[in-house]
């Protein structure tokens, strides 16, 4: 069992009022010193057996047509933990 | 200028409505070999000067009041890239 992260940000040229909304409360409640803010989605996704490279590319696929909008949104998948995620960097 | 990031995700005894939708989505889509899916949240922030001990613990209390509700959901706060990615570790 391994662990394959899917991580999706709206594009930088995408307008993210999630975000905006979050910016904005952060001086209401005291925080301060953030100049920007990006909310995006994270997939965590349990694999059956070894992350080999055909099973990366499977899901670079699913995130490209699932879990992702390529039109407003980037995605980055990596492996999570132990030695794996050591070798996939 | 750097980067925290939060990843917010549900408690794993907490049922998660999204991630089995993906999860149910996979097959017709006809990928397989996921045995599990989790969706959660990542808040990108960017922050104004340095990353030290002090926004880190900030950085914490946002995760906490804001972008998480503890109830059900975990955070985690990593600094992203380049020197100040690694010495966070």
């Not at 994270?42 to 055909?54: P, W």
């Not at 933990?81 to 070798?87: F, G, I, L, P």
């Amino acid at each position: 069992m391994a662990r394959v992260v899917v991580d999706v940000m709206p594009k930088p040229e995408i307008l993210d009022p999630q975000g905006k909304a979050v910016l904005g409360a952060l001086p209401r409640l005291g925080f301060s010193g953030v100049t920007d803010v990006r909310q995006g989605k994270r997939f965590e996704l349990e694999i059956d057996g070894e992350v080999t490279d055909a099973v990366l590319a499977e899901v670079e696929k699913m995130a490209e047509t699932l879990l992702s909008n390529p039109v407003i949104e980037n995605y980055s998948v990596h492996v999570e933990d132990s030695v794996t995620a050591e070798a996939a960097r």
